[in-house]
């Protein structure tokens, strides 16, 4: 009878334990499925807008070049310094002449056999072997002493200003540039513009630029190369900004703004608090109320006017009840109330 009473006693705890857990889980699935969260919405509606495109980018010579010659060896003589500003083809460094000079001689003294086998040649007194291997010898050695001379009497290969001077007369060159020239008549920039506006920017726009060092002035440029590829990390793509400089305001590391318009477009605005982004992405995207339910997009952004930013994305309709206040608590398919449809 005793262990009869156990067994009673333990199958009675059992099931009233199983019933605690029942009613424990179904408390818990009333909960979750009771889940509402109250948000607020707007209507997404397009607004028509001039459509001007602001960035920021540093400015560079448009060309740069660092001087350094194929020859090592003893500099000895630097012309320029630091800010001189130089013409095409002007001399800035005379290296170590020996071997310049040596190849020079030994150039003259082919060229002077040369001269006598090629007259020896035409009374029948020399061969022709004789000749196309003098020749052939002397077509090495001027190749040499050009290549000398280029190395020997280095020159400016545009018009600039040298920016950097890494060496002084007589010291030993070893593969460091000697010098640095840049362009300040002609500038270049890049500016990264994200792919939405690939199709509208074309060669050859012109954009205004901005520098806070001169605030009354605009500078105008223009686009000289979009290139042809997007960027997979930022999606985004480059152009190259050609920018004349003839007043040398502007100067190779200045930082300035830049505004390019694309004329007007009919696009969805949205208050720029109501776009989220994902945590340890770039993506971005918001919610919409759609029967009763939170609806996660995916969005881009476009341009910014003060509080408000455009957004794209493929499944935005105007029309829709966009998600401006509770969105951080959502996620896509909970219930929700709208509490103050403005």
Do not use: W
Not at 62 to 86: A, C, Q, W
Not at 228 to 235: A, G, K, L, V
Not at 275 to 300: D, M, P, W
Request: with cysteine; net charge neutral; glycine share 6%.
């Amino acid at each position: 009878m005793k262990n009869l009473f156990k067994i009673s006693s333990m199958a009675l705890m059992a099931i009233f334990i199983t019933s605690c857990g029942q009613q424990s889980t179904k408390k818990t699935t009333a909960t979750e499925t009771e889940r509402v969260e109250p948000i607020e919405v707007i209507t997404l509606e397009k607004q028509k807008i001039a459509r001007q495109l602001e960035y920021s980018t540093t400015l560079q010579g448009y060309e740069t070049m660092n001087i350094s010659p194929s020859l090592t060896g003893h500099i000895e003589k630097i012309f320029v310094d630091v800010g001189t500003r130089v013409s095409q083809g002007q001399l800035l460094i005379r290296m170590d002449q020996n071997q310049y000079l040596t190849t020079k001689i030994n150039l003259a003294s082919v060229k002077t056999e040369l001269d006598r086998v090629a007259a020896l040649r035409e009374t029948g007194s020399a061969s022709q072997q004789a000749y196309d291997q003098l020749k052939a010898q002397y077509d090495q050695l001027k190749q040499n002493l050009d290549f000398l001379e280029t190395n020997t009497f280095v020159k400016a290969q545009f018009a600039g200003v040298i920016a950097a001077k890494n060496f002084e007369d007589g010291e030993m060159y070893t593969g460091t540039p000697i010098l640095s020239l840049t362009q300040i008549k002609t500038l270049k920039a890049l500016v990264s513009i994200p792919e939405t506006y690939f199709p509208l920017v074309q060669k050859g726009m012109k954009l205004k630029l901005h520098s806070e060092i001169y605030p009354e002035k605009e500078f105008e440029c223009v686009i000289e190369i979009v290139y042809p590829t997007i960027d997979p990390s930022t999606h985004t793509f480059q152009v190259k900004l050609k920018i004349p400089n003839n007043a040398e305001l502007l100067r190779p590391g200045m930082y300035v703004n830049t505004t390019l318009a694309l004329g007007e477009a009919e696009v969805l605005i949205a208050p720029y608090a109501a776009v989220l982004k994902l945590i340890g992405s770039n993506e971005r995207y918001v919610f919409v109320h759609e029967n009763g339910k939170a609806k996660r997009i995916s969005v881009k952004m476009g341009q910014r006017f003060d509080e408000n930013v455009e957004i794209i994305g493929d499944e935005l309709k105007e029309g829709m009840d966009l998600v401006v206040a509770g969105q951080g608590r959502l996620i896509d398919g909970v219930a929700v109330k709208v509490v103050n449809n403005q």
